[in-house]
């Protein structure tokens, strides 16, 4: 167990919707992070939020946008969603910015876009 | 850009049997290395990693070798088992301007009693 939790484990949904991923970040860690893992695209980091404030940006659509509360949960929205949205999203959280910080991952959020 | 570039797979072993898998990265600077597997149906789990030239990682039998002059982190293990069936992601992460990791396209291991 990481110590980072994400809800929910799967979402079902239909094109044209929108939801919200969850993620809770280890305890004491400031640093979250959203990767996409698709069939086709490998493992593509999405954002960087550090404590509360955007940090990095990366293959992130406008439809997706994302948030870190002064609790240091963050929320991933995915709007307008199409079939190639389908994929397993995860949550790392690491200490700080430093780029010898570990990141850990949570369990992932398995999102269908039906 | 920085990229990775993993031993395509997948990789079909008897137990007992040494492995390697390769990898090899382009990156500006003095990037961490690190091996993250995902056991089916699970998240990423971080395996090793290191952070300089010449370091070794190691777990759990696991070892890896940051090779700056081959620009080269192999993933090696001198007698495999069943449970280390996974697919196995080599990454890195520079120690500057953008934290973020960026992942080879990941080896799928199976082991064979």
């Known amino acids: 167990d990481s110590g980072v939790t994400q809800t929910p484990k799967h979402l079902i949904t239909a094109t044209g919707q929108r939801v919200t991923l969850r993620c809770s970040p280890r305890?004491?860690?400031?640093?979250v992070y959203w990767y996409q893992q698709s069939l086709d695209q490998g493992l593509q980091f999405l954002i960087q939020?550090?404590?509360?404030?955007?940090?990095a940006k990366g293959n992130i659509l406008e439809r997706f946008s994302a948030q870190q509360f002064p609790d240091l949960h963050s929320e991933l929205n995915l709007s307008s969603l199409e079939l190639g949205d389908s994929a397993l999203y995860f949550c790392?959280?690491?200490?700080?910015?430093?780029?010898?910080?570990?990141?850990?991952f949570g369990p992932g959020t398995r999102l269908t876009v039906l | 850009g920085d990229s990775v570039t993993q031993m395509e797979g997948p990789v079909t072993l008897s137990e007992e049997a040494f492995l390697t898998i390769n990898c090899t990265y382009t990156?500006?600077?003095?990037?961490?290395l690190f091996w993250y597997v995902q056991y089916p149906g699970e998240g990423l789990q971080l395996l090793l990693k290191?952070?300089?030239?010449?370091d070794k990682g190691s777990n759990k039998g696991f070892e890896a070798t940051y090779r700056k002059e081959t620009t080269s982190f192999h993933l090696e293990k001198g007698s495999v088992q069943v449970s280390d069936s996974a697919v196995y992601f080599c990454?890195?992460?520079?120690?500057?301007?953008?934290?973020?990791?960026?992942f080879g396209t990941g080896t799928r291991l199976t082991i064979i009693p």
């Open positions: 790392a959280s690491s200490p700080g910015t430093g780029g010898v910080d570990t990141q850990y």
């Open positions: 290191a952070t300089k030239a010449d």
């Open positions: 305890s004491g860690d400031l640093s």
């Open positions: 990156a500006t600077g003095y990037p961490s």
């Open positions: 939020y550090y404590n509360g404030e955007e940090r």
């Open positions: 990454a890195l992460r520079t120690n500057f301007g953008n934290e973020k990791l960026t």
